[in-house]
Nanobody, 119 residues
Framework: QVQLVESGGGLVQAGGSLRLSCAAS????????MAWYRQVPGKQRELVAS???????NYADSVKVRFTISRDNAKNTVYLQMYSLKPEDTAVYYC?????????????WGQGTQVTVSS
């Protein structure tokens, strides 16, 4: 059984910072790409940032320069450091990881963590 558990969301004022963490646990052989998505009510879930197993990163235009994705392969954990937060960053943030377990390789999702940025 593989699980992704997120932490670090909360309420912050505009211009502030937050750091999200997502730890994968269970019977894991390897983890390929890891990513953060976000979703607001009534809209599609959108990709915020991704990082390959080798460390190559990709960002949505709306968060470039302000957000940094990183990973600790020894801990099976991915992070999202968010700076200069804006009210429009308010959303539920979801962790995603492409994980190979003993029997299967597929994407997994975390339960989501709420980020609220007040103006």
């Amino acid at each position: 059984q593989v699980q992704l558990v997120e932490s670090g969301g909360g309420l912050v004022q505009a211009g502030g910072s937050l750091r999200l963490s997502c730890a994968a646990s269970g019977t894991i052989s390897s983890i390929n790409a890891m990513a953060w998505y976000r979703q607001v009510p009534g809209k599609q879930r959108e990709l915020v940032a991704s990082i390959s197993s080798g460390g190559t990163t990709n960002y949505a235009d709306s968060v470039k320069v302000r957000f940094t994705i990183s990973r600790d392969n020894a801990k099976n954990t991915v992070y999202l450091q968010m700076y200069s937060l804006k009210p429009e960053d308010t959303a539920v943030y979801y962790c995603n990881a492409d994980i190979r377990s003993v029997f299967v390789q597929r994407p997994y999702w975390g339960q989501g963590t709420q980020v609220t940025v007040s103006s």
